[in-house]
């Protein structure tokens, strides 16, 4: 993996350095001196599929930014029902500042790099950078306009296009250190069948038949069952009726 060099590069820690995540995360808007601070306080781990990395209603001591793969959100109902809400990739932030719990369960749903820090280090860095603090609401305002989309797709989009939409989703996040977007995209399915069906809202059977017609048709390629080639992102988002 190349690593970007820019003229901000000096005084910059070797360990963010070296990080592709920081140029689209919220890093990108610190200052050398910060980040060297921040570097103090910070670890990177690698956390297992299926780890749970936070509690619904749990009390919030670290955020982290997501380094690499796909984290699964879900909500939980009294009587044990779940149902994702959404998905994070990087450079995403992991975490809700200034909240003293969380409100959704995070789950690693591929094997995920994080780099974490603790809760009063980030806030206390908002409350001295308004340059983190737009960066934050940059990322809570693209959240809002995902989740409007996917209420759209949810509410309105046949189960074709909303199994387009979906791959469309991962294609566009496959390589978080892109400059430019992608025309093609290989990536593997961050979750099962059924937990594709559960978030779209169709049977697994539906969901099974739908990526078969996307392979017949040549949109996809399927490999060992969960490994996706996308030769033309461009023809899957005319799938996905956008």
Not at 27 to 51: F, H, I, N
Request: glycine share 6%; charged share 25%.
């Amino acid at each position: 993996m190349t690593v970007r060099q820019d003229v901000h590069s000096a005084g910059i820690p070797v360990l963010c350095r070296a990080c592709e995540a920081r140029h689209g995360g919220i890093c990108g808007a610190l200052e050398p001196a910060q980040l060297v601070a921040l570097a103090k306080t910070s670890s990177k781990r690698q956390v297992e599929p299926g780890s749970e990395l936070i509690g619904d209603a749990e009390a919030i001591e670290t955020y982290a930014n997501v380094l690499a793969g796909v984290v699964k959100l879900t909500k939980s109902l009294a009587d044990g029902r779940q149902q994702i809400v959404g998905l994070q990739f990087a450079p995403d932030f992991l975490g809700r500042p200034f909240s003293a719990e969380s409100i959704v369960n995070a789950e690693a749903a591929t094997g995920v790099s994080l780099c974490s820090f603790p809760r009063n280090t980030i806030e206390r860095m908002i409350a001295e950078s308004p340059g983190l603090e737009r960066r934050l609401h940059e990322q809570t305002l693209k959240e809002l306009d995902e989740a409007r989309d996917w209420m759209l797709t949810l509410g309105r989009k046949t189960a074709s296009e909303k199994i387009a939409s979906f791959l469309l989703m991962i294609a566009r996040h496959a390589d978080p250190t892109a400059d430019e977007p992608a025309q093609s995209a290989v990536f593997d399915l961050p979750l099962t069948r059924a937990e594709i069906a559960d978030f779209l809202g169709l049977t697994i059977e539906t969901v099974s038949r739908q990526l078969t017609k996307l392979r017949t048709d040549g949109v996809i390629r399927i490999e060992n069952n969960r490994h996706i080639v996308v030769q033309s992102i461009a023809r899957l988002e005319a799938r996905s009726g956008s």
